[in-house]
Nanobody, 113 residues
Framework: QVQLVESGGGLVQPGGSLRLSCAASRSIRSLNAMGWYRQAPGKQRELVALVTSGTNLADSVKGRFTMARDDAKNTVYLQMNSLKPEDTAVYYC?????????WGQGTQVTVSS
C-alpha cells in the first residue's frame, strides 16, 4: 500500500512558476514508477511526467517542466515554469509498485491573468 499526498497547487499568472510536491508513505526507491498526470475539465487524464528507468515528459511540457526527487524525504517534485493557460488542470501524483497503481487526491493548478 502506498499513500501519496500532493501539495503546491494554486493560481498563477501566465509565464509564472509553481512547484508541486508529492510525499509518499514509503520509500520511493521501492516504487517501480512515479510521476504526474493531469486532467483538465472535459478532458481525459494525461501523462505529464513519469520516472521509470528514465524520465518521460509529455511533449507539451518539455523545456518547461522538470521532475526531481528527494529520496531522504520520499518526495518527488514537479517544477513548472513558463506556465500557460492550457496547463490549467488538476494534477495527480502517481506511483506503481508490484503491478498496482496508486494515485494522490489531486491538486488544482490554475493559470490565469
Amino acid at each position: 500500500q502506498v499513500q501519496l499526498v500532493e501539495s503546491g497547487g494554486g493560481l498563477v499568472q501566465p509565464g509564472g512558476s509553481l512547484r508541486l510536491s508529492c510525499a509518499a508513505s514509503r520509500s520511493i526507491r521501492s516504487l517501480n514508477a512515479m510521476g504526474w498526470y493531469r486532467q483538465a475539465p472535459g478532458k481525459q487524464r494525461e501523462l505529464v511526467a513519469l520516472v521509470t528507468s528514465g524520465t518521460n515528459l509529455a511533449d507539451s511540457v518539455k523545456g518547461r517542466f522538470t521532475m526531481a526527487r528527494d529520496d531522504a524525504k520520499n518526495t518527488v517534485y514537479l517544477q513548472m515554469n513558463s506556465l500557460k493557460p492550457e496547463d490549467t488542470a488538476v494534477y495527480y501524483c502517481y506511483a506503481r509498485r508490484t503491478g498496482v497503481d496508486y494515485w494522490g487526491q489531486g491538486t488544482q493548478v490554475t493559470v490565469s491573468s
